[in-house]
């Protein structure tokens, strides 16, 4: 995910919903399982943007019903009607939220929900959000229409479903895709020259439960002396195509989550310094693996 405001910008939103953990209460119901929401976002040190809100309001998601197609795409009469004529659709979370999207980064996270649902499986989250602005560095404010997601929700397929078994926890994570879900208007070189943002949501889901992150530092050595390097991008490939990317802070940290378990290929870049070589690294399902970097200053001639 690069992260360059003059052609967009890219946050991530992740809703964690538990995995795999025993439940903490004493009595043992087969009948529910365990889902909390959480929300984070992926690092964004671009100093041109001071805030990104947005206000949740509502989130449901859609238990799959014994006669319905798990993969089907959502229509209205899956929306509101299973096949005994109830909603499929289960309310997680009906409360308003303020959320400042560029302060949850680095597996920062704030809870949505916290509640027990159904056993079963569950294929769509839908995301009710409203209240959506930018706001630049320079003070202006950009208010921003929300296509549907304030009528109908933003719809999130999970693919293939994941399931919440009795008396156990399960984990998702929605990755708010910024830099194609808020497309600046006018001359975007300049913070001067934007005039408006484009909201269009697009968000990348993964299951938590065959998911890993990837999380480290990066440093320079200078004088002898090791110095945390901000801003660095840490870029992260699968198959030779870029899977995703993220930014170190202040101190040099960095977290990448919602990697699928497997091999990826990365490397750090910062302007002024050589771009390290590429590493392999092995993500391991619902584990956390680390990477450091240190990179050296380009030699000016």
Do not use: W
Not at 31 to 53: R, S, W, Y
Not at 83 to 99: A, C, K, R, T
Not at 149 to 175: E, H, M, N, Y
Request: charged share 25%; aromatic share 8%; proline share 3%.
């Amino acid at each position: 995910m690069k992260i360059k405001f003059f052609f967009g910008f890219i946050l991530a939103t992740t809703l964690t919903f538990l995995n795999c953990s025993e439940d903490n209460n004493s009595g043992f119901d087969s009948t529910t399982g365990k889902l909390t929401v959480q929300l984070t976002d992926a690092p964004f040190p671009f100093d041109m943007v001071a805030e990104a809100n947005v206000t949740v309001f509502k989130v449901e998601a859609r238990k799959v019903d014994d006669d319905m197609d798990e993969n089907a795409e959502d229509d209205s009469s899956e929306d509101d009607m299973g096949s005994d004529g109830n909603s499929p659709f289960i309310v997680l979370m009906e409360e308003e939220m303020d959320v400042n999207l560029l302060k949850l980064t680095n597996g920062v996270t704030e809870q949505l929900a916290n509640l027990d649902v159904p056993v079963g499986t569950y294929d769509l989250i839908r995301i009710y959000v409203k209240g959506v602005n930018v706001v630049l560095a320079d003070g202006r404010t950009f208010d921003l229409t929300v296509p549907s997601g304030q009528q109908t929700g933003i719809k999130v397929f999970i693919k293939p479903g994941i399931t919440v078994a009795g008396g156990l926890s399960a984990d998702l994570l929605l990755d708010f895709d910024v830099s194609r879900s808020f497309v600046p208007k006018g001359n975007i070189k300049t913070v001067d020259g934007i005039h408006g943002f484009n909201f269009k949501p697009v968000i990348k889901v993964s299951n938590l439960s065959t998911a890993g992150s990837l999380t480290g530092n990066v440093n320079s050595l200078e004088d002898e002396i090791q110095m945390a390097l901000e801003g660095v991008q840490i870029s992260v490939l699968a198959a030779d195509t870029l899977n995703t990317s993220g930014f170190s802070d202040a101190d040099g940290n960095y977290t990448i989550m919602g990697l699928e378990a497997g091999t990826y290929k990365v490397f750090a870049e910062l302007e002024g310094y050589v771009k390290n070589d590429t590493l392999e690294v092995q993500i391991t399902a619902a584990n956390k693996t680390v990477q450091d970097f240190q990179l050296e200053k380009e030699v000016v001639e």
